[in-house]
């Protein structure tokens, strides 16, 4: 049976998946806005907070990565940690974060595209699925082909696209005379309950800084490696993202529910500053988006392509094609889902469903980053190498975590946005009852999935 392509991948290309995964350029082109929509002049606060938050999250995924290099990632952390049943979970959950993010970004390409081609005078009249259905076919042709051109590219294109944002930033800053704006330092305006709500889409900005994890048998010296690119890209993006929330909310002269409004926050900003600069910004945008939608699909395929060699799902998922050593049926299997499901919703705003989607991945994500904050401690005390700092660390994921939950349910958030997070656990329960239905009908998969397990701690 064909393996994936060990030792093929760099630092650079690993933190390569991160980055495109975490797609920098989105937040100030586009989720800025949805954020101040519920935070108003405290979205930099946010931002700092799901930092921090992240960054705690980032340290226990890295104590994982450091010590178990896996495609299946999270699925193969949490196993080896807390048992298969919260394994298979944790996969099953990250396989909705990813398509989800895929999705969303789709979806953001579109936008982008549009606001691009109307910078420079050209109506792109398409319809919504017909482009949904162009972005899947090339995310698909590139992801099918070697994970080395899938990385490059995405590190490329996020490079050109965050260079691009940060000159309008300076721009803006210096239109103000870089003159602080107390009305966001003193959180004019907001309120504990919208900072609360706003963080799960604040941490969706994040999500994806892990996603190198998922290239741990295609990299070289994974277990420093892929560590070092999660931290990085956590931190950076962190940055980035306080820098550009706060300069886009003075833009808007702090008017919270004008930029709450806006399709296009950057755009908007430019027009203001000098028209000249909002092609380029759309231009990076839709490259970076695209970027981000390619590293997700990546990341999905990796991690269906793990549970269907321990035959959770269809064992076709866990086939690897012969010559480009990338796993093609998975990835197909996304690219499919990808589209149908953008397909589907074509005729809502397009700022809406991206926004859902991206709601939607975030509940994945923020139930694998509590697990791993469990699953880190766990497997150090196992290994003998637990130091206090390592409790610190999990105990504050989980924290942050469990804050994240709580905030996006309550208080309510307004429909459809309340209903989410019980579609969420539904789509868990699903996942648990197949589990459990594939434990009574052929007891042999979690017997091997157990042994396999065993097998690798004991060979490391």
Excluded at 112 to 126: E, R, V
Excluded at 435 to 444: D, E, G, T, V
């Amino acid at each position: 049976m064909s393996e994936l392509r060990k030792d093929s991948l760099s630092f650079f290309e690993a933190l390569g998946q991160s980055v495109a995964n975490v797609s920098p350029t989105l937040t100030p082109a586009l989720s800025v806005a949805v954020v101040a929509s519920i935070a108003g002049t405290a979205s930099w606060l946010v931002f700092f907070m799901c930092t921090v938050a992240l960054f705690m999250v980032a340290l226990n995924i890295a104590a994982l990565a450091g010590r178990i290099p896996a495609a299946g990632s999270f699925f193969i952390y949490v196993s080896r940690s807390l048992g298969p049943v919260w394994g298979v979970l944790s996969g099953w959950a990250m396989l909705a974060a990813y398509i989800f993010t895929a999705m969303a970004l789709t979806v953001a390409t579109s936008i982008f595209a549009k606001t691009f081609c109307a910078s420079i005078g050209i109506a792109l009249a398409l319809p919504n699925w017909l482009i949904y259905l162009a972005v899947s076919v090339l995310v698909w042709l590139l992801a099918t082909r070697d994970i080395r051109i899938s990385s490059r590219i995405g590190l490329t294109l996020e490079a050109i696209s965050v260079a691009i944002i940060l000159a309008v930033i300076i721009v803006t800053l210096s239109h103000y005379h870089f003159k602080p704006d107390t009305a966001q330092l003193t959180l004019k305006g907001s309120s504990f309950g919208g900072v609360a709500q706003a963080i799960v889409f604040g941490i969706f900005s994040f999500v994806g800084f892990e996603s190198a994890a998922s290239l741990g048998k295609e990299t070289k010296n994974p277990k420093v490696t892929i560590p070092k690119a999660i931290i990085w890209t956590a931190i950076s993006s962190g940055i980035f993202f306080m820098v550009t929330s706060y300069a886009i909310t003075q833009g808007f002269g702090d008017n919270a529910a004008a930029l709450g409004a806006s399709a296009a926050p950057l755009g908007d900003i430019a027009n203001k500053i000098g028209k000249w600069m909002t092609a380029p910004v759309y231009f990076g945008a839709t490259v970076s988006s695209f970027a981000c939608a390619l590293a997700s699909l990546n990341s999905f395929g990796r991690m269906l392509f793990s549970l269907g060699r321990y035959q959770f799902v269809h064992n076709s998922m866990g086939l690897v094609h012969k010559t480009r050593r990338t796993p093609f049926v998975a990835l197909s299997a996304g690219a499919v889902i990808n589209f149908v499901v953008c397909a589907i919703f074509s005729a809502q705003a397009e700022t809406n469903t991206y926004g859902w989607y991206g709601t939607l991945a975030s509940y994945g994500f923020i139930a694998v980053y509590l697990l791993c904050s469990i699953a880190a401690p766990v497997l150090l005390r196992r290994t003998g190498e637990l130091k206090a700092k390592h409790v610190v660390f999990g105990a504050l994921g989980v924290v942050f975590m469990l804050f994240a939950l709580g905030g996006s349910v309550y208080p309510v958030p307004a429909a459809p946005y309340n209903y989410f997070p019980y579609a969420f656990l539904a789509y868990l329960l699903i996942g648990f009852i197949w589990f459990s239905y594939i434990k009574l009908r052929s007891p042999q998969v979690l017997a091997g999935i157990g042994h396999d397990l065993e097998a690798a701690a004991a060979a490391e």
